[in-house]
């Protein structure tokens, strides 16, 4: 018994294979998109971003860290930190664990918790593929080396400017 040679059974599997490696290899670049998505609806350029908070971002150098302060009564002066894939003064050095612990928890590698100031308890229901988004965005950064001041103690005279947290009296 002869049967026909039909090239539509041999070429779907082979464009089945083509198509789930091409969605494969686009991930990347798609969580990218949405990880660049979420930081910018997630304001972390207004806290990351040198000249931010006086109406002038430096877009040349993106989430590199801020050059103005926060001072949280009894707290102390926090700066929005590097946030770039620099390995000395930015996030290059932290796993991307690390990177979700802090956004979640606002725990830092070195086990220092992140100022209030930082929504890190509005992060913390976040879904594991924005959290695996957002770090493949910051991944995606080019390394900005900007080592940000501080945090300055209650008691330390910050060396940048910064806005005060004022609590209302009761």
Known sequence: MRTRFNPGRLLRPALALSLLLAAAIDAPARDTARG??????????????????????????PLGGSDVGWQVPGMGVFVGSN?????????????DAEIVTA??????PDGRQ????????GYKNMTDADADAIVAYLRSLKPVSTKVPGPFGPTEKPTLPYFTLVMPGK
């Open 36 to 61: 660049a998505y979420l930081v910018g609806i997630m304001g972390c350029g207004d806290c990351h971003t040198a000249g931010t908070m006086q109406g002038k971002p430096d877009m040349a150098r």
């Open 83 to 95: 946030l770039t894939p620099d390995r000395e003064t930015g996030l290059g050095a932290w796993s």
């Open 103 to 108: 956004l979640r928890t606002g725990v830092r």
């Open 114 to 121: 992140l100022a209030p100031v930082m929504p890190y308890m």
